[in-house]
């Protein structure tokens, strides 16, 4: 598959073939739904973002909106061929991410990392969860003129707030005591989640 037809979020016009991995809040299109674009507007409460009216082909008419909603455009290989893409799967496997998590800033704030290059990729995990001390201590030296570093350092407690507050949502969705163990646990986990779906989509 080629690396344009597996970016997430990508820019729509009338008439593209769609799949939807993540409507939010929503269980008639769920992920693997394919549609055909009929329309792409300003969405009116958030007028940043875009409302994209989509034919779904189980016969619903639900929106979605770029600020909460996850696809990707196809080509015309059947869907069995897309969902039997491992990196498909993986959302179906993973809904966690997109019910509890700012999946939108965390892969912006990767995107930012990548672009700095304080680690590879792979070992770039703890960065999601540590915070702007951590990564100036470590990683900071010389670096004060470096601008992508500066940006990932502006954006790094953040983060780090965004995936505590992922992971306490998903604890109480799942009923499971909170305590700070726990908590160190699962933000471990769900970094090594993320990062690993950014890097295949990326």
């Known amino acids: 598959?080629?690396?344009?037809?597996?970016?997430?979020?990508?820019?729509?016009?009338?008439?593209?073939?769609?799949?939807?991995?993540?409507?939010?809040?929503e269980?008639?299109?769920?992920?693997?739904?394919?549609?055909t674009v009929s329309n792409v507007g300003i969405?009116?409460?958030?007028?940043?973002?875009e409302l994209i009216q989509v034919r779904w082909d189980n016969g619903s008419s639900l929106a979605l909106v770029s600020a909460t909603d996850t696809w990707v455009k196809i080509a015309q290989e059947t869907l069995e061929e897309q969902v039997g893409n491992s990196e498909y799967e993986y959302f179906s496997k993973n809904p966690e991410i997109f019910d509890n998590f700012?999946?939108?800033?965390?892969?912006?704030?990767?995107k930012k990392l990548r672009k700095a290059s304080p680690v590879n990729m792979l070992q770039s995990q703890p960065f999601l969860y540590s915070g702007r001390e951590w990564i100036d201590r470590y990683y900071g030296e010389n670096r004060e003129d470096d601008e992508d570093f500066q940006e990932v350092l502006e954006m790094a407690d953040e983060s780090k707030n965004k995936m505590i507050q992922g992971?306490?949502?998903y604890m109480e969705s799942e009923g499971i005591e909170i305590d700070l163990d726990k908590v160190n646990r699962l933000i471990s986990k769900f970094a090594s989640k993320i990062l690993q779906l950014y890097i295949s989509f990326f």
């Open 43 to 49: 969405d009116p409460f958030e007028r940043d973002n």
């Open 102 to 110: 700012d999946w939108r800033f965390l892969r912006e704030f990767l």
């Open 27 to 35: 269980t008639s299109v769920p992920m693997g739904t394919t549609g």
């Open 1 to 25: 598959m080629s690396k344009s037809n597996k970016e997430l979020n990508p820019k729509l016009a009338k008439g593209d073939r769609i799949m939807c991995l993540h409507m939010e809040g």
């Open 167 to 169: 992971v306490l949502k």
